[in-house]
């Protein structure tokens, strides 16, 4: 029994220029509550309620381990997304910011879209998948996993791919 658990408990080492060789490119979900004026990653899909106010924002990225999933350089702003826009009793406001990524690990042969940012007004009752649906055409996969907006990337949905040079440390 001893030989087991320390058998089950050896770490083994892999150098880091292996252990970085290797990433995921997909759309990152990010969240600004109400107020906020930082972005937080979303811990569920884009079918939660969000509250009058709020920023929803989303990012085509490569995260690994060593390269973290980065949230939209545009800040969470609602004052400045959505501040011309009137409340009413009948709908919520919500700020949308898409931004699509960097052409360093852009699918070959698809051009990066410019970022939107528009404010949305939606039913009481919307949730982000509603809010996004109302200005981009989105694809998904069968489980669930947001693939595409606008038809970027064409058919891909959430890939490894090797690390691109331009982010790896120097």
Known sequence: ????????TQ????????????GWRYWGYFQAAPGATTWKAA????????????????????????????AP???????????????DSDTKRIGLVIEFGSSSYAPKGEKVQKPIVRCV??????????VLAQVVKVR????????GFNGYPKKECGVEIETPAALLKK
């Open 1 to 8: 029994a001893v030989a087991i658990i320390l058998i089950s």
């Open 11 to 22: 770490i083994f080492a892999i150098p880091s220029s292996q252990a970085a060789s290797k």
């Open 43 to 70: 811990m569920t899909g884009p079918t939660v309620d969000i509250e009058d106010g709020a920023v929803e924002g989303w990012s085509f990225v490569f995260s690994s381990d060593d390269v973290p999933s980065q």
């Open 121 to 130: 007004t939606t039913a009481k009752s919307s949730q982000g998948i509603d």
């Open 140 to 147: 998904s996969a069968s489980s669930g996993l947001i693939c």
């Open 73 to 87: 350089l545009t800040k969470p702003s609602f004052k400045s997304i959505c501040g011309k826009t009137k409340p």
